[in-house]
């Protein structure tokens, strides 16, 4: 199937990357544009990397279901931080994924595009022994396993982008760990020659080279759809694909240019940036507050 679907067409693609659209702090304003730019411009797949809901609550995951259902396009969701439950342990142990019955069929779903796939990384976990809490991401030998065996399913010559919630940046500048096992990770999607990965969680817009020991790896990043915005109003990417070529816009309601809208590194968390030296957008919304999650 791969073989005969890459043979077809060799036309441009046009995928929509949506991220961070936190039902439960979602802005709805965002989230219409959004809606009405899919139906209007009808791209082949749209991508969500992840954090569907604030705090995994029934009522948010019924919305985000409806919402993501109506899109009348192929979709791929992946799962973020946010979207295991909070406050159910006995849920969030032995039932971590089951809110997102709705729309089960797209959940880590890979996308089979003419000549491209879309093939999910899996950096959620229910626990982390390394650390607490547990928001950032851990790439599992069995995650990477099954991501990198998808990969090679695909005949040679088949382009390839990795989803994944969070962003595979491994370490901070202190030495502590973002990702855990996001340099070996890199590494083996750099061998492979995957065209990008795309995350989510940072809520800022970015489109950056990571230099790694079998070569450099695309990283890009969507912004958030919600009102937790960090130092950018919401919006999400149009990722143009020509043959070898990827373009990346990063599309918002306030028409802010591309390059002022993307930060020029990873930061050390997901939180707004409040420490001198914490990367900020040329654009610089910076909110004073988090808006308060109820």
Same mark, same amino acid.
């Given at each position: /199937?791969?073989?005969?679907?890459?043979? /077809?067409?060799?036309?441009?693609?046009?995928?929509?990357?949506?991220? @961070?659209?936190?039902?439960?702090?979602? @802005?709805?304003?965002?989230?219409? +544009? %959004?809606?009405?730019?899919? %139906?209007?411009?009808?791209?082949?797949?749209?991508?969500?990397?992840?954090?569907? $809901? /604030?705090?995994?609550?029934?009522?948010?995951? !019924?919305?985000?279901?409806? +919402?993501?259902?109506?899109?009348?396009?192929?979709?791929?969701?992946?799962?973020?931080?946010? @979207?295991?439950?909070?406050?159910?342990?006995?849920?969030?142990?032995?039932?971590?994924?089951?809110?997102?019955?709705?729309? #089960?069929?797209?959940?880590?779903?890979?996308?089979?595009?003419?000549?491209?796939?879309?093939?999910?990384?899996?950096?959620? $976990?229910?626990?982390?022994?390394? !650390?607490?809490?547990?928001?950032?991401? +851990?790439?599992?030998? #069995?995650?990477?396993?099954?991501?990198?065996?998808?990969?090679?399913?695909?005949?040679?010559?088949?382009?390839?982008?990795?989803? %994944?919630?969070?962003?595979?940046?491994?370490?901070?500048?202190?030495? #502590?760990?973002?990702t855990i096992n996001g340099t070996r990770a890199m590494e083996a999607l750099a061998g492979r020659k995957v065209m990008a990965v795309l995350s989510g969680h940072i809520h800022d817009p970015f489109d950056l080279v990571a230099e790694?020991?079998?070569?450099?790896? !695309?990283?890009?990043? %969507?912004?958030?759809?919600?009102?937790?915005?960090?130092?950018?109003?919401?919006?999400?990417?149009?990722?143009?694909?020509?043959? @070898?070529?990827?373009r990346v816009e990063a599309r918002n309601l306030e028409h802010v240019a591309t390059p002022d809208m993307q930060i020029a590194e990873v930061p050390e968390n997901a939180l707004p940036p409040r420490e001198p030296g914490e990367p900020?957008?040329?654009?610089?919304?910076?909110?004073?507050?988090?808006?308060?999650?109820?």
């Amino acid at each position: /199937m791969h073989g005969r679907v890459s043979a /077809m067409y060799g036309g441009r693609l046009k995928l929509f990357h949506l991220s @961070d659209i936190h039902f439960g702090l979602e @802005d709805r304003l965002a989230l219409d +544009w %959004a809606r009405a730019c899919i %139906a209007r411009e009808k791209p082949h797949a749209v991508a969500i990397t992840g954090d569907l $809901t /604030m705090r995994a609550r029934h009522r948010e995951f !019924r919305a985000a279901s409806a +919402w993501i259902s109506g899109l009348e396009v192929p979709v791929t969701v992946e799962v973020g931080n946010h @979207d295991i439950p909070y406050f159910n342990l006995y849920e969030r142990f032995l039932g971590p994924y089951g809110r997102f019955k709705a729309i #089960k069929r797209m959940v880590e779903s890979e996308l089979d595009l003419p000549g491209l796939a879309v093939v999910p990384l899996r950096t959620t $976990t229910r626990a982390q022994y390394q !650390r607490f809490p547990w928001s950032n991401g +851990w790439v599992t030998g #069995k995650a990477l396993a099954q991501c990198l065996a998808a990969i090679d399913a695909h005949p040679e010559g088949t382009r390839i982008l990795v989803a %994944a919630h969070h962003p595979l940046t491994e370490r901070r500048h202190d030495g #502590k760990l973002l990702t855990i096992n996001g340099t070996r990770a890199m590494e083996a999607l750099a061998g492979r020659k995957v065209m990008a990965v795309l995350s989510g969680h940072i809520h800022d817009p970015f489109d950056l080279v990571a230099e790694t020991a079998a070569g450099p790896l !695309r990283m890009i990043g %969507a912004g958030t759809l919600s009102r937790r915005i960090r130092s950018t109003p919401p919006s999400f990417n149009e990722i143009l694909i020509d043959g @070898d070529d990827l373009r990346v816009e990063a599309r918002n309601l306030e028409h802010v240019a591309t390059p002022d809208m993307q930060i020029a590194e990873v930061p050390e968390n997901a939180l707004p940036p409040r420490e001198p030296g914490e990367p900020v957008a040329p654009v610089g919304t910076v909110p004073p507050v988090d808006p308060p999650v109820h």
